[in-house]
């Protein structure tokens, strides 16, 4: 039972009383990426906004692009390196003039992917993956941000795993509220078995789905992927034992879990993170802005399907 997983992280113990977790690396961003497209000249501010509309992006990417250049900027993070920083477009702030029809686009493919379940690490992405569930349709998972070590009498919920913080925080634990995983599961898989009463072996299916509010490495996709999964299945091991001990069925019962999609408005393209979950996952990530090179002076971005290197407003 259950599905294929993609290539597992280093798995260690968090000292006695604790269970294992899986521990993921997120390498920093030590120099400016893709040096050869940042040779050239920044593009007049007059240019910009001509240079989008000319773009091959979709309206909601463009609309997505102009609000990052308006409120973005570049600089270095503290445990990640060189980034961007987008707060007040994504995090701080709801800004419907630059999100509305990239929420939309993000939700339609989710529901093009038949997702049954989406999962966001940590709080500042939440927001938009709040924003993308309730468009779609489509329940989501908050994977909450904690301090390694206050696992509690409980001990860490299944899927949880540590992963270092890109702000410089240090290492965290990410991990999911066991009581909605089950009421949300329970709410998937339940009209699945009922509709297979008369089913000598019924199957039960979970179709998961991660997002974030930017793909950097890939490195937390990968993590949230492989958490998905075990959560899943553990949810679904639950729900069985208590059908079985309300019902009385004693059919086999098979289940798989897969994590068919991921959607972001960022992804660095520069660091190969579609090739990544491509080859882990099977698929590549539906994203807004497709970052090719990054400058922090003057700030400056290279983006996919767009002309030249674009300054933010407030540099």
Same mark, same amino acid.
């Given at each position: $039972?259950?599905?294929?997983?993609?290539?597992?992280?280093?798995?260690?113990?968090?000292?006695?009383?604790?269970?294992?977790?899986?521990?993921?690396?997120?390498?920093?961003?030590?120099?400016?990426?893709?040096?050869?497209?940042?040779?050239?000249?920044?593009?007049?501010?007059?240019?910009?906004?001509?240079?989008?509309?000319?773009?091959?992006?979709?309206?909601?990417?463009?609309?997505? /692009?102009?609000?990052?250049?308006?409120?973005?900027?570049?600089?270095?993070?503290?445990? !990640?390196?060189?980034?961007?920083?987008?707060?007040?477009?994504?995090?701080?702030?709801?800004?419907?003039?630059?999100?509305?029809?990239?929420?939309?686009?993000?939700?339609?493919?989710?529901?093009?992917?038949?997702?049954? /379940?989406?999962?966001?690490?940590? $709080?500042?992405?939440?927001?938009?993956?709040?924003?993308?569930?309730? *468009?779609?349709?489509?329940?989501? /998972?908050?994977?909450?941000?904690?301090?390694? #070590?206050?696992?509690?009498? #409980?001990?860490?919920?299944?899927?949880?795993?540590?992963?270092?913080?890109?702000? !410089?925080?240090?290492? *965290?634990?990410?991990?999911?509220?066991?009581?909605?995983?089950?009421?949300?599961?329970?709410?998937?898989? #339940?009209?699945?078995?009922?509709?297979?009463?008369?089913?000598?072996?019924?199957?039960?299916? /979970?179709?998961?789905?991660?997002?974030?509010?930017?793909?950097?490495?890939?490195? $937390?996709?990968?993590? *949230?992927?492989?958490?998905?999964?075990?959560?899943?299945?553990?949810?679904?091991?639950?729900?069985?034992?208590?059908?079985?001990?309300?019902?009385?069925?004693?059919?086999?019962?098979?289940?798989? *879990?897969?994590?068919?999609?991921?959607?972001?408005?960022?992804?660095?393209?520069?660091?190969?993170?579609?090739?990544?979950?491509?080859?882990?996952?099977?698929?590549?990530?539906?994203?807004?802005?497709?970052?090719?090179?990054?400058?922090?002076?003057?700030?400056?971005?290279?983006?996919?399907?767009?002309?030249?290197?674009?300054?933010?407003?407030?540099?």
């Amino acid at each position: $039972m259950g599905s294929r997983q993609a290539d597992r992280a280093t798995i260690e113990s968090t000292g006695a009383g604790t269970p294992v977790l899986r521990r993921y690396e997120r390498p920093r961003e030590e120099v400016e990426s893709s040096p050869e497209l940042l040779l050239g000249a920044v593009l007049p501010a007059a240019e910009v906004e001509p240079t989008i509309n000319a773009s091959t992006l979709s309206a909601g990417s463009r609309a997505l /692009l102009r609000g990052l250049l308006r409120v973005g900027t570049t600089r270095q993070f503290a445990g !990640g390196g060189v980034g961007l920083e987008y707060g007040s477009l994504l995090k701080t702030a709801a800004r419907p003039e630059y999100l509305v029809a990239h929420v939309a686009e993000a939700a339609d493919h989710l529901r093009q992917r038949r997702v049954d /379940l989406l999962l966001v690490p940590g $709080m500042s992405g939440y927001p938009v993956g709040a924003m993308y569930a309730v *468009v779609a349709g489509i329940p989501a /998972l908050l994977l909450k941000k904690g301090k390694l #070590g206050d696992a509690g009498v #409980g001990g860490y919920p299944t899927g949880a795993f540590v992963i270092p913080s890109y702000p !410089g925080e240090g290492d *965290v634990v990410m991990s999911a509220d066991p009581a909605a995983v089950a009421d949300i599961v329970a709410g998937v898989v #339940g009209p699945q078995l009922a509709a297979q009463a008369e089913a000598a072996e019924p199957r039960l299916t /979970l179709r998961a789905a991660g997002a974030d509010d930017i793909i950097d490495k890939a490195t $937390m996709s990968h993590a *949230v992927g492989e958490s998905a999964v075990a959560i899943g299945e553990a949810a679904i091991a639950e729900f069985v034992e208590r059908h079985r001990a309300a019902s009385g069925d004693r059919r086999s019962i098979r289940w798989e *879990v897969e994590v068919v999609a991921w959607v972001t408005p960022l992804i660095k393209g520069y660091n190969r993170p579609h090739e990544i979950l491509r080859r882990r996952f099977g698929f590549e990530p539906f994203a807004g802005v497709n970052v090719t090179a990054v400058r922090l002076d003057p700030p400056a971005i290279a983006v996919e399907g767009v002309s030249g290197l674009l300054a933010f407003s407030g540099a």
